[in-house]
């Protein structure tokens, strides 16, 4: 059964610090996408990958937020240093794109890492 | 403004129930438009994605339509069952690849036997 895994499922750290989260995109997908949710916002867009190339990162905060896909099989967001206002689910969620001809493309959310910075 | 509006924000309803989830947008330009089901602790899992020349698509006991001159979309879920109680949310998508979407914020489900 193929699904999206992501690391930590929870974490905890302190104002200041730096937080990696990780995601394992399902084997063959060629998009990564990470979401923010939080109750006031519900979902916000992050960032956008493409066979690896970041293609669209306008939703992040680029003075404290990094993504990267060091392979096909992993997708990190970094942030450094964290906030208490960065608090929130992130969700990375993979698809496959099959090209401009294609209706639409799913999209398959994993579990998410709650984060909370005291 | 691109937006998606979801109504009601909270719904209760006893199991074995119909019920209906509203969803309006504004946004241009339109691709297509997608229900996930999320619960509680979970990611949100795809029920239906509509493009701009479908009005109905069904999943199971989940029918959504779609009427893109009003802007307006409709998930009714038949037959209620408990593991129906979730987050419907309601997502635009503004461009085929999925990078432009408008989520609405959601209404909040809970089935009660």
Redesign the interface.
């Known amino acids: 059964d193929a699904r ?1 895994t992501q690391t930590p499922r929870d974490k905890v750290t302190e104002m200041g610090q730096e937080v990696t989260m990780r995601c394992q995109p399902i084997l063959g997908h060629n ?1 990564v ?1 990470w979401y923010r949710q939080t109750m006031m916002q ?4 992050l960032a ?1 990958f ?1 066979n690896r190339a970041p ?2 990162d306008s939703g992040m905060p680029k003075d404290r937020f990094s993504a990267e896909m060091p392979d096909a099989t992993l997708a990190t967001l970094k942030i450094q240093p964290s906030e208490p206002r960065d608090s929130a689910v992130y ?1 990375c ?1 993979s ?1 496959l ?1 099959l090209g ?1 001809g ?11 890492t709650r984060l909370t910075v005291l | 403004k691109n937006q998606v509006e979801q109504s009601p924000q909270s719904l209760i309803i006893l199991e074995g129930k119909n019920c209906t989830l509203q969803c309006n947008y504004t946004v241009s330009p339109f691709s297509n438009l997608r229900w996930y089901k999320q619960d509680t602790g979970r990611g949100p899992v795809s029920l239906t994605i509509m493009t701009f020349s479908e009005n109905t698509k069904s999943n199971g006991r989940y029918t959504a339509t779609l009427d893109a001159d009003t802007k307006q979309s409709s998930l009714h879920i038949t037959a209620s069952q408990l593991s129906d109680s979730a987050s419907y949310i309601c997502v635009v998508s503004a461009n085929q690849a999925g990078t432009a979407l408008i989520f609405g914020k959601g209404t909040t489900l809970s089935v009660s036997s």
Not at chain 1, 42 to 45: H, I, R
């Open positions: 999206v998009t996408f519900g979902l916000e867009l956008y493409r293609l669209d969700f969620a698809g794109a401009q294609s209706a639409y493309n799913e999209q398959f959310f994993g579990p998410g």
